[in-house]
């Protein structure tokens, strides 16, 4: 058997040791603020409707002093997008109101909508990582944020807040009914109060939610919709090459921690890797931080329904 010199077994630790602080420095310093707009695709709309493009933003987790972020959100209104969907997640700190208005800048002149999220809600506080893996562990909740004074801000600008309530808006000749429930995460959502088929003269049918829980997900389906759009998963954060995202941090698999997905027989699913990270762990890993503009066109019609798996209940038809 080979003997191992204790120089070698030195060189290989110090070696790991090297490979692991370089990667740490890259998520932290790097690839955080590597900030990249992504483009999609997606057949949700009515038969014979114009195409519509719907700008996603979510999980900005913003601090006052991040100017390159902010910045670069300001640049987003040059898309001239259709829409604004904010999936919740604004704020990191007391001061952060500001900062988030002042880097959505034109984009809140345009049509928006609206959910927030925990961390709207209440301040990122230092959490153990492995904490991530267990989906049931106790939520610790830090200071209380100024979600009121960013409400009153976007309100003010003309975004429609949908927690817990349906709308109906028309944007670029598209009609759209919309609803939304408060933040999964924190246990808030309450669909009953949006429960409901939505208005069956809407050439499109949205509903926002922050976290993509399958049993929100499901009442979106069931009652109709087309799409829902959902963010908080932050693509898993740490993504390994060849293996994918780790966690997503809610009840959805991995496969649909971002990007769009098909959720039942004829509702798609859009979850935004987001923009930021907590300041507890400011780090991405093989997932750059995003935003989203995705293209909606007509979607084709449908099959008749003895084909289309009618009968079958939603997770039924997810699983299969």
Same mark, same amino acid.
């Given at each position: 058997m080979p003997?191992?010199?204790?120089?070698?077994? #030195?060189?290989?630790?110090l070696g790991a040791a090297g490979v692991a602080v370089a990667g740490v420095g890259?998520?932290? *310093?790097?690839? #955080? $603020?590597?900030?990249? *707009?992504?483009?999609?695709t997606m057949p949700v709309l009515q038969p014979g409707s114009s195409s519509l493009r719907v700008l996603h933003i979510s999980d900005l987790h913003m601090m006052p002093g991040q100017k390159l972020k902010q910045q670069w959100l300001r640049e987003l209104d040059r898309l001239e997008p259709d829409l604004v969907v904010d999936t919740g997640d604004n704020l990191s700190h007391m001061r952060s109101v500001p900062a988030v208005v002042q880097a959505l800048g034109g984009l809140l002149s345009r049509p928006g909508l609206f959910v927030f999220g925990s961390n709207d809600y209440f301040a990122p506080v230092p959490k153990n990582p492995a904490k991530y893996f267990n989906k049931d562990h106790r939520r610790v909740y830090g200071a209380?944020?100024?979600w009121k004074d960013l409400r009153a801000a976007f309100t003010e600008r003309g975004w429609l807040d949908l927690t817990h309530v349906r709308r109906d808006l028309e944007v670029s000749g598209i009609r759209i009914a919309t609803a939304g429930v408060d933040d999964p995460h924190l246990q808030r959502d309450r669909y009953d109060t949006v429960a409901g088929a939505p208005n069956p003269a809407a050439d499109l049918r949205i509903g926002l939610t922050h976290s993509p829980e399958p049993r929100v997900l499901d009442r979106f389906a069931e009652d109709g919709y087309d799409l829902v759009m959902a963010g908080h998963t @932050?693509?898993?954060?740490?993504?390994? !090459?060849?293996?994918?995202?780790?966690?997503? $941090?809610?009840?959805?698999? &991995?496969? #649909?921690? &971002?990007? !769009?997905?098909?959720?039942?027989? @004829?509702?798609? *699913?859009?979850?935004?890797?987001?923009?930021?990270?907590? !300041?507890w762990a400011p780090y991405r890993f093989c997932c750059r931080p995003e935003a989203t503009l995705l293209t909606l066109v007509a979607a084709p019609p449908r099959r008749p329904e003895a084909d289309s798996g009618h009968g079958l209940s939603t997770s039924e038809a997810v699983a299969r």
């Open positions: 003997v191992i010199s204790t120089s070698a077994v #030195r060189r290989t630790v890259y998520a932290s *310093l790097i690839e #955080r $603020n590597a900030f990249i *707009l992504r483009e999609a209380p944020l100024p @932050h693509g898993g954060q740490l993504v390994l !090459p060849g293996y994918g995202a780790l966690v997503t $941090n809610c009840g959805i698999d &991995k496969s #649909r921690v &971002k990007g !769009p997905s098909q959720w039942g027989d @004829h509702t798609q *699913l859009h979850v935004s890797a987001g923009l930021g990270t907590s !300041p």
